[in-house]
């Protein structure tokens, strides 16, 4: 367990002690597909640490309209909020496809720092440099137009592989349209002249990005 905590961001600069006692009372727990994981507004306390799958945070509104925050897969994390400031979840969860977690309890945890100080400084410093990213995100929804949000977005969930940039996860209009603030009309205009203009493929859902994407649409 310790060599996949250490592939974690938020757990990469611990050693293998100090990871061993964040995990020695972690419980392991297995979803299914479309599972809610957590509830916007929920009182749960715990950290998911996410082992195998994909997940995706989002918020809704009474009328069923949704905007997904992010999406997640093995090694992400959620939940860290609440084993800190003891509020009610932000938003909510739930797997788009079987997954697997480790949970990690706020009580545990809390006893955790208080006997491996060091451990706390560690985190902190992991977790500033997701603050950092998630600012970005704000900074681009705010000033960027959609063809601007939609190329972000494509980016930054994409990793090089054999001189291309692929995103492994099976990603639909919907769901980019849903992480990008706008319509999926609109999104898929724009994935379709992408795909004509030869930047970009996909194939089963799972998009390879063939060039530097162009500077405006």
Known sequence: MEHKLKNIPLFSELENAELKAIIS?????????????????????????????????????????????????????IGELAIIDEQPRSASVMT???????????????????????IAIKLLRAQTQRVRRLT?????????????????????MATPHDNELIIDQKLTHMDIAKMVGAS???????M???????????????????ERLPNAW
């Open 184 to 190: 999926r009309e609109m999104v898929s205009r724009i």
């Open 192 to 210: 379709k002249d992408l795909a004509e203009g030869g930047y970009i493929k996909s194939e089963d859902k799972r998009i390879t990005i063939n």
């Open 25 to 77: 009372n972690a419980l392991i727990r297995h979803y299914p597909k479309n599972a809610i994981i957590i509830n916007e507004g929920d009182t749960t306390d715990s950290l998911y640490i996410l082992l195998a799958g994909k997940v995706k945070a989002y918020l809704s509104d009474d009328t069923g309209r949704e905007i997904i925050l992010s999406i997640q897969g093995a090694g992400d994390y």
């Open 96 to 118: 788009m496809e079987p997954s697997k977690f480790c949970i990690i309890s706020k009580a545990y945890f809390d006893s955790c720092l208080v006997n491996n100080p060091t």
């Open 136 to 156: 970005e995100n704000v900074k681009s929804l705010a000033l960027m137009d959609v063809y601007g949000r939609v190329a972000r977005t494509l980016l930054n």
